[in-house]
């Protein structure tokens, strides 16, 4: 059976991508802060998974690397993570963001995944194909003003990703993938413009590509949309 570390298990896309990988068979490590989200969301699911509460913000360098740890006394494996653990808030200037903001922003949005993969990176080599697979959302490119600390995050985790692609002469069996899935109606997007929008899909739309990234080639560094 495979096992997939899943971040950001209890948003919109994260419970629809779970109750998707849940049907499909696969062991799910459903990371997320609020115990009690997570243990309603495994009520929903069939299989029999492992709930990870964990602060991707508060927690330092030392709790990552007793997470990978405990996975691999109990799994002994990774055959994918998928990030889609993410703050944002509300759009503002960045001369507004403060230093608590500024600093979870980055901390969630780009140094979590980072340390996530180099602590986790030998289960990841254990793996059946194993693959990491990052969110992306190409709206600060588009228009970047107001993203704060969330867009700034977000052009490095480009950066991240293209340097990590590159450097996969020392993990060559991983595969790295992205995907951007547009705008969906969830409650990330919500705090972004609480009114929502009629274009904006349903957190089910995206699961395909998702699923598409995690059967995809090890070998490029592919991107869904």
Request: glycine share 8%.
């Amino acid at each position: 059976m495979k096992t997939i570390l899943l971040t950001g298990a209890c948003g919109g896309i994260g419970q629809a991508l779970a109750r998707a990988l849940d049907a499909e068979g696969y062991h799910l490590l459903l990371l997320d802060l609020d115990p009690l989200s997570l243990e309603a969301l495994d009520d929903e699911l069939r299989g029999d998974h492992t709930l990870v509460p964990f602060d991707l913000w508060r927690s330092g360098y030392d709790a990552y690397t007793r997470l990978a740890k405990m996975i691999t006394e109990d799994h002994g494996k990774l055959d994918a993570q998928i990030h889609l653990a993410a703050v944002c808030g509300g759009l503002r200037p960045l001369i507004q963001d403060d230093p608590t903001a500024w600093l979870q922003g980055l901390q969630v949005n780009l140094t979590a995944p980072l340390w996530l993969f180099q602590t986790q990176r030998e289960l990841l080599e254990a793996g059946d194909n194993p693959r990491v697979i990052f969110s992306l959302h190409s709206q600060h490119r588009v228009q970047s003003a107001y993203w704060h600390s969330y867009g700034v995050a977000q052009a490095a985790l480009e950066k991240l990703i293209a340097t990590l692609h590159a450097e996969k002469h020392a993990y060559p069996a991983i595969g790295f993938a992205t995907v951007d899935p547009g705008w969906v109606d969830t409650p990330l997007s919500r705090a972004v413009y609480p009114a929502g929008q009629a274009h904006w899909r349903a957190a089910e739309a995206a699961v395909p590509l998702y699923l598409d990234a995690l059967r995809g080639h090890p070998a490029p560094l592919e991107h869904y949309a």
